[in-house]
């Protein structure tokens, strides 16, 4: 039996941030807790939405208390706040952080039980839905705005851990490309990069099947075909990439992910490298490494990417463009190609151990060890 969970509802294109006081009111809903980075407060970003909810006289409490790769500590304040300012639903602004902040504050408002906010780690036994999360992306990569699943980072263990939980995901998604024009080109390019390791690592994960393959191939094309516009801030490739991330959200959400992530996780909590920009410096490597367990499925890859004749390749071939094509993506829209800078070599075994511990890794198509990861790093320093 296979289980696939989306949201309630979503909005889709310019302008569908107008739906938000309108969900709001039409659920009942009297108070808002808006979750947005406190860089996005600043650059007026989160603006865009409140003022539509002053406009309409909706009341809020406003929380900015997030960090690029939110902590323990940010949740746990973040529930305090919640529940001293009687908000009833969370508006949830901003990129991932916003969005797992949100998430793992709703869950605990409603299953305080958790309040630790380590118990929450894999698939925690929670019993109620989250408090009704709207949330409304400014980043194309994430999606977590359609996903079951928020990372929080453990400062003190040096380590990020994945919470997967049906009752998490948002009741409404507002998918709004326009929220997305601020985003710089670095980080539209490492965002983008990583909603492309998102539908590539949920299309040969070893939970994939029709339904989420769907999704995952089509997220591949849209991705390749838009990226390098949405970099140079088009309409056109920001309207591409609005979707294709949601789309790849759809898909890799219900079936999982592979080492990539496992192994971007941990980069980012030791050195608080940006996830985005982690996955993609790993993924045509973590391809490369993958790619004889994978099937066919590399050269579906290839052709969503935009290699042309992949019909008539091997598949050593089609194998080798798929990876080579991801290779080309990521050199156009500026993303390094080694961990040079980031990575301490002495730390490379603490890093292997933590990715192998990681909840992402046993979907991996190919059976990882701790010396593999080990291997992975070293290749890219």
């Not at 409404?172 to 601020?182: G, I, K």
């Given at each position: ?22 969900e ?7 108070k808002?807790f808006?979750?947005?980075d ?21 009341e809020?409490?406003?929380?900015s ?7 323990i500590?940010n949740?746990q ?20 952080s916003?969005m ?13 039980e ?13 019993k109620k ?30 380590r ?6 049906v009752h ?28 492309l ?28 075909n ?35 992530h ?14 985005g ?6 993924l ?7 790619a004889?367990?994978t ?16 019909e ?5 071939e089609?194998r080798?463009a ?11 829209v500026?993303?390094?190609?080694t ?29 990882t ?13």
């Amino acid at each position: 039996m296979n289980r696939f969970v989306l949201n309630e509802t979503s909005y889709h294109g310019s302008g569908a941030i107008k739906a938000v006081p309108e969900e709001i009111k039409n659920r009942g809903f009297k108070k808002a807790f808006v979750a947005s980075d406190p860089d996005l407060v600043k650059f007026g970003v989160s603006a865009k939405v409140t003022d539509l909810l002053d406009a309409e006289g909706i009341e809020y409490f406003l929380y900015s208390d997030i960090k690029a790769n939110p902590t323990i500590e940010n949740v746990q304040s973040g529930v305090k706040a919640f529940r001293e300012c009687g908000a009833d639903c969370i508006v949830a602004i901003g990129g991932g952080s916003s969005m797992d902040t949100a998430k793992a504050i709703g869950i605990i408002i409603a299953n305080p039980e958790f309040e630790d906010v380590r118990s929450l780690e894999g698939v925690a036994p929670t019993k109620k839905p989250c408090v009704p999360i709207i949330a409304v992306p400014t980043t194309a990569g994430t999606a977590a705005e359609v996903t079951i699943n928020y990372v929080i980072t453990d400062v003190e263990r040096k380590r990020k851990f994945v919470c997967v939980d049906v009752h998490d995901i948002p009741v409404v998604a507002v998918v709004d490309p326009d929220m997305m024009n601020s985003m710089p080109a670095g980080l539209t390019a490492a965002t983008g990069m990583d909603a492309l390791t998102h539908a590539i690592e949920g299309y040969i994960t070893k939970g994939a099947w029709e339904l989420s393959d769907m999704f995952h191939i089509k997220a591949i094309e849209v991705i390749a075909n838009s990226l390098r516009g949405a970099v140079k801030n088009t309409r056109e490739g920001r309207e591409g990439m609005a979707l294709g991330q949601y789309i790849a959200g759809m898909g890799f959400s219900n079936v999982g992910l592979g080492v990539d992530h496992s192994m971007a996780h941990t980069l980012s909590a030791y050195y608080d490298t940006p996830h985005g920009k982690a996955c993609a410096i790993l993924l045509p490597t973590v391809m490369a490494y993958n790619a004889e367990y994978t099937g066919t499925k590399y050269r579906d890859i290839a052709a969503a990417m935009g290699v042309e004749g992949v019909e008539s390749m091997t598949q050593e071939e089609y194998r080798a463009a798929a990876v080579e094509a991801v290779r080309k993506l990521a050199e156009d829209v500026g993303i390094p190609t080694t961990l040079k800078g980031i990575v301490k070599e002495e730390d490379i075994p603490a890093l292997a151990e933590s990715a192998y511990a990681d909840a992402c890794r046993p979907g991996n198509p190919r059976e990882t060890s701790v010396e593999d990861i080990i291997g992975l790093y070293k290749s890219l320093l």
